[in-house]
């Protein structure tokens, strides 16, 4: 801490020199570049001044601002797919410059496999970042040929999932718990459609993904593992616009139009599963009435007031059925307002005040038509923001950031209600509160032609509060549930029960060793005040989040990064190997046979430990050409410590995966004809099995008789995808196109395991099998039919 102290203390008396040197800089040139076909802002075009040698790039808003001496200069604007755009200034007065760039022509030698700025992974301070272009996640094979950005992100290096149908994602050693999943700045609590299989981003409706992992800047905070910022499109501002897509499994539909003579637009995108509606005329008479859909509804207006005033807002609903009698559901719902205001040349705003409410529900009945036997449970968890942005671009080689954060959260772990024999009984829990605020500053600096640092440190304080009762523990033995103390301490409405408050330092530095070389490191300790309770091989849909308390501590991670950064072949290849080692304390874990599902007294079955997560990532991308791609080798350890637990040594955690190999590749073959490909291979993750078995009363049961925890691998993981696009030749409507596209999920019929599990022999009770359980055990063809207009 005294390090980062000191270091934040040397970027103030940096920026205090700058703007002594910058004195005279009286002049700014500022504006926003946009897509010319769409009007939508462009996030990090690189604006180059050639002959001061200096440049910037835009924000997520496509904005951006440089202050230079009096003069004449050149400003070049460049990003990869799109022509460059070289445009003089004399600067006598500031000025405002908005300029649209326009795709590059699509001949086969200019194919990109991603639209950002030149050089972005060498001259960046950014490390730990992966972003993946929506083109790029398009062609992509995906399962049952649905563009997913989960399942896109999973190729990427230190990102792994624990099987097929689990949820989520796991990133350098944290659970699916410890990503903060953003649509346009809403927490996304589930991410996952159909358990895990499709994500809830329509592809039609994404502007941007980009994924944190390491050196997370001082603007986020609330998760310790990964930030990953899906934003929206804001409509196209030129033209109206419908695509969609009709595929196997569901179809889709969105539609952009312009209003307001172009100051605003608008977007509505929709998407519903049908596999119910299919299935129905081939099942029985007792599946008759089971349900299994998904769908959603995302939408976004923006409206530009005038040069300085840009209002967004955006909602986000989906939803998840499954199941007949006995069945469940959850869903997502966000709603996003934002202010964009330019307070000057210099200092840009956004404001961001969001709602984010994430249910599930499990029902079940019998004798449904007078109620006699019926069991209702449902479960939320709502969080509201205000969240104020500040940027001021002090002088070219200094960005200042700085802003703040207001969260309340409002937990239902439980409202449900039994019904047997017609007596009912209401076995809800009471609702938890809590709130949680963050200040914070960063300066992103360059300190010379090679040398660039981003420092930043943040302070978040969080308040359990009332009303509820607090119950003390009793510890009876190490590793065992623990058993609460009566009576209960009572707290009123908004009295605090526990707070926390916690310092966040962030830091990154980048050493150019040439233009085409970097090396980078980067530190970062993150804090967060809310847990997901999951006892399961893999988190589901009903697991429980809850807040921080007394006796639940909040979640720290302290990271170090160090990596390697390498351009060849003017941008046509990139490479890079980054290091990290990752702390972890008051980790959550659990008694044998916890009851996490409302029960009053949770507390008491959870235990608490530390973790480590180290590792290194090898990556090569080819961004140019015929054959576009990448390959990615994580080769990595993820582990815990937990009194009571293994012997009170270090154990792998569930997800720990040592190895983890993905190639992509993407073969442009003609102008309407494109092939493409991705391998998957993975060590097979942790589980528990059994030591020795002992014979009791005709049975054998498998015993753990030395305590280990997760002492075994199942099987190693692989799996080869196949996908070819053929875009149509005429014109859809005379003015739209459409392409079909073939894909193949699976295509060496690998029965890949999601667990193996010991259980006895049906025919025989006195002997033990292995269980190998696999989620999808065959290849799946798909045909998916895409239209534009």
């Known amino acids: 801490m005294k390090i980062i102290l000191r270091l934040l203390i040397l970027g103030v008396v940096g920026l205090m020199s700058s703007a002594e040197v910058y004195a005279q800089a009286k002049f700014t040139v500022s504006g926003y570049a946009k897509d010319r076909s769409n009007g939508e802002g462009l996030i990090g075009v690189s604006v180059y001044v050639r002959e001061a040698n200096t440049g910037v790039v835009t924000n997520p808003y496509g904005f ?28 006598n007065s500031d000025q405002k410059l908005d300029i649209e760039l326009a795709e590059e022509g699509r001949q086969l030698q200019e194919v990109v496999v991603s639209t950002r700025k030149e050089d972005e992974n060498v001259r960046s301070i950014e490390m730990s970042v992966n972003k993946v272009d929506i083109k790029t996640i398009r062609k992509i094979p ?24 689990a949820s989520g994602f796991n990133v350098r050693g944290g659970d699916v718990s410890q990503n903060l999943v953003l649509l346009d700045e809403a927490p996304v609590y589930n991410s996952s459609h159909l358990f895990g299989f499709f994500s809830v981003f329509n592809p039609d409706a994404v502007k941007d993904v980009k994924l944190i992992k390491g050196g997370i800047p001082a603007q986020y905070g609330g998760r310790i593992s990964s930030i990953l910022d899906v934003r929206m499109k804001e409509g196209n501002t030129k033209k109206r616009e419908i695509n969609g897509g009709i595929g196997s499994i569901f ?56 040069d300085k005033n840009t209002f967004f807002a955006s909602g986000y609903f989906g939803r998840d059925v499954f199941g007949a009698d006995f069945g469940f559901g959850w869903g997502n719902g966000t709603a996003t307002a934002r202010w964009n205001h330019i307070f000057s040349n210099k200092l840009f705003l956004n404001l961001t005040a969001y709602y984010s409410n994430y249910d599930y529900s499990l029902e079940s009945s019998r004798n449904d038509d007078d109620a006699q036997d019926k069991f209702e449970w449902n479960s939320k968890i709502i969080s509201s923001s205000v969240k104020p942005d500040f940027t001021y671009y002090l002088t070219p080689n200094n960005q200042l950031s700085f802003g703040g954060q207001y969260i ?65 523990y009793q510890e009876v033995q190490k590793g065992e549930r623990q058993v609460p103390q009566f009576p209960g301490t009572d707290y009123e409405d908004g009295e605090t029960i526990a707070s926390y408050g916690n310092w966040e330092p962030r830091f990154a530095m980048n050493l150019g060793l040439n233009s085409r070389t970097s090396l980078k490191a980067s530190y970062n300790r993150t804090t967060q005040y809310l847990h997901l309770l999951s006892n399961t091989a893999a988190s589901s849909p009903l697991d429980v989040w809850t807040l921080s308390t007394a006796r639940i501590k909040p979640e720290i991670a302290d990271q170090v990064a160090l990596g390697w950064f390498q351009n060849f072949r003017d941008n046509t290849y990139e490479a890079s190997v980054e ?6 304390q008051n980790q959550i874990d659990y008694v044998r046979n916890s009851d996490l599902l409302l029960n009053q007294f949770v507390e008491g079955d959870l235990l608490f430990g530390k973790g480590r997560a180290f590792g290194a990532e090898f990556y ?25 637990v293994n012997n009170d040594g270090w154990f792998p955690a569930r997800f720990d995966k040592p190895h ?48 280990a925890r997760n002492n075994n691998r199942i099987p190693a993981y692989h799996r080869l995808d196949l996908a070819a696009t053929l875009k149509a030749r005429k014109k859809l409507f005379k003015t739209g196109e459409s392409e ?50």
């Open 64 to 91: 951006y601002s440089i202050t230079l001496p009096e003069g004449s200069y050149t400003l070049v604007f460049s990003y990869i797919g799109y022509e460059k755009s070289t445009n003089s200034v004399s600067l």
């Open 142 to 165: 995906a399962l049952l040929g649905e563009v997913d950005v989960i399942r896109s992100i999973q190729l990427l290096p230190g990102v792994t999932t624990v099987g097929e149908g």
């Open 251 to 306: 179809s889709r539909l969105t539609y952009e139009q312009p209003f307001a003579e172009g100051d605003g637009s608008f977007i509505v995108a929709a998407r519903r599963s049908y596999i119910d509606v299919l299935a129905k005329p081939f099942l029985n008479k007792d599946l008759r009435n089971s349900r299994f859909s998904f769908y959603d509804l995302t939408a976004k207006v923006n409206y530009r007031l005038n």
């Open 408 to 472: 309340y959260y409002d937990t239902r772990p439980g409202s449900a209600v039994a019904i047997s024999s017609g007596e009912r009984r209401d076995i809800s829990l009471e609702s938890r509160y809590g709130d949680e605020s963050a200040l914070y500053i960063a300066n992103e600096q360059k300190v010379s032609e090679r040398i660039s640092l981003q420092y930043g440190l943040r302070y978040s304080f969080y308040r359990n509060l009332g009303p509820g009762t607090v119950f003390d």
């Open 579 to 584: 290091v990290y080692y990752k702390s972890l």
């Open 620 to 644: 090569v991308k080819k961004n140019k050409g015929r054959l576009t791609g990448w390959l990615s080798y994580t080769l990595a350890r993820t582990e815990r410590l937990v009194e009571g």
């Open 660 to 707: 983890n190999f993905t190639a992509v590749g993407i073969y442009n073959l003609t102008e309407r004809f494109t092939l493409s490909s991705n391998f998957t291979f993975a060590s097979g993750t942790p589980a528990t099995f059994p030591t020795n078995r002992f014979e009791w009363n005709g049975w054998a049961l498998p015993h753990n008789v030395y305590n």
């Open 740 to 789: 079909w596209v073939f894909s193949v999920y699976n295509a060496y019929n690998r029965r890949n395991p999601y667990s193996v599990y010991v259980q006895q022999n049906e025919n025989n009770p006195l002997l033990t099998e292995a269980i190998r359980f696999s989620v999808i055990g065959s290849f799946i063809p798909a045909i998916t039919y895409n239209f534009k207009f």
